[in-house]
Structure formats: C-alpha cells, structure tokens
C-alpha cells in the first residue's frame, strides 16, 4: 500500500535554531501534502497544505513565516521551523493522499525545543 | 465540512465487538463518512470510509442509518492492539483536508 515516510522521527534543538522536516511518498506521486500538529492530549490541527509546484495554503492562525513549507516534488514535502521556541515543541505529522480510499500519514516527528 | 460529535470513551473487552458512535447530523449528500485511528505517539492510520452504504473490510465495518445523520464503526473482535483514538471525519472530494475533532478513546481491557 502507499507508505509515506516522515524524516526525523525525533529532534531536539536549542531556541533560536531552525529545523526542516521531510515527508516522502514512496510509492506513489503525491501532488498534496498536508501538515498537522499536535500537543500532548490534543487532536490532530491542520496547519497547511502544500501543494507541488505552488505555495502553501496555511490554515488561520498559522504563521507563515515561522513554518516554511516546500513542495518541489510529487515526492517531496518539507516544513522548517524557523527560530524555534519552545512552545513550537510538537508532535508533526504529515499526510498525502493517493486519491482513493483515504489519506496516508507519516509516523510523526516529535520536536522539542531547548 | 459537516462538524461531528463522538463520545468522548468507551471499553470493551477483548474478543468483543466495539461499537463506535458518531453523530453528524449536519452532513451534506455529498459528504463522505470517513473514519481513522491514531495509536499512541503514532500517526493516524485509516480505517474505512462511506457514502450512505453500509461498508466492510478486513478491519472493520461501518454502519451508516438511513438519514446519514449518524454512524457506528464496528470491530468485530476488538483486541488489546485495537486500543486507540477513534475520529469520525466527514469531507468532500479526494484531496480535500481533513479536519480532526476531538475522538473516542477506546480502551480495550483483557
């Protein structure tokens, strides 16, 4: 089945750093991402959604600035947190979808910012 | 996207069915009933979806009523690894977003 491969599965970084996360479909060309954060005892909330070839569309409330998101491939979907804090400290997760039946996510990145 | 409501727990023993309630009352005729699970620390994983037919695969069934305003996910012989959160998602078209409520926690004991 379609797999989607989320690169690094944990980072710490000190405050003020930046962090880049990738996403890859690995089986399948995926022309939409989307990225999803999530606090500790919290539901999954949508931050973005990229799309190849074009800019990201971020959901209200979500800087734009500050989550870099880069969608140069069908393959490829990055977001980099820029001049992390700590209460950018999340679970990050991304998802593409192959069309039908469902969406398939990436296992997750867990950042935490020191 | 139509709004749903889920309770917010449930348990359910081992080698029993677990019947997931959700309500969503405001669902247009063109919006799908989706539902996924997200274990633990993991990310969330796809479970089955549905129209207005009642659907069924190798992990579970869904049950749509008549009105469409509500559904049950149904696995039929819940086990320990079954323990998760349980969203009932309902959208439009292939690649539209997903949006995340809050869940059901299922809690299945041995």
């Known amino acids: 089945g379609a797999v989607v491969s989320q690169h690094p599965s944990w980072v710490i970084c000190k405050s003020g750093t930046s962090v880049k996360i990738e996403c890859r479909s690995l089986?399948?060309?995926?022309?939409?991402m989307f990225w999803y954060r999530q606090f500790p005892k919290q539901s999954l909330m949508l931050m973005a959604t990229?799309?190849?070839?074009?800019?990201?569309?971020?959901e209200q409330g979500v800087e734009k600035d500050k989550f870099l998101i880069n969608h140069a491939s069908l393959t490829l979907s990055t977001l980099t947190v820029t001049s992390a804090h700590p209460e950018d400290s999340s679970f990050y997760i991304c998802?593409?979808?192959?069309?039908?039946?469902?969406?398939?996510f990436g296992s997750g990145t867990r950042l935490t910012v020191v | 996207d139509a709004k749903t409501t889920q309770p917010p727990s449930m348990d359910c023993a081992e080698g029993r069915a677990a019947n997931l309630p959700c309500n969503h009352s405001?669902?247009?005729?063109?919006?799908?009933v989706y539902w996924y699970r997200q274990i633990h620390s993991q990310g969330p994983q796809y479970i089955i979806h549905?129209?207005?037919n009642n659907e069924t695969n190798e992990m579970a069934s869904l049950i749509i009523t008549e009105d469409r305003k509500s559904s049950t996910l149904i696995l039929p012989h819940a086990t320990l690894r079954d323990t998760a959160v349980y969203y009932c998602i309902v959208k439009t078209g292939a690649n539209s977003k997903l949006t995340f409520g809050k869940g059901i926690t299922l809690s299945v004991r041995p």
């Open positions: 089986d399948f060309q995926a022309t939409t």
């Open positions: 990229s799309n190849e070839g074009s800019k990201a569309t971020y």
């Open positions: 549905g129209l207005k």
């Open positions: 405001t669902i247009s005729g063109n919006e799908y």
């Open positions: 998802s593409a979808s192959l069309g039908s039946p469902g969406y398939t």
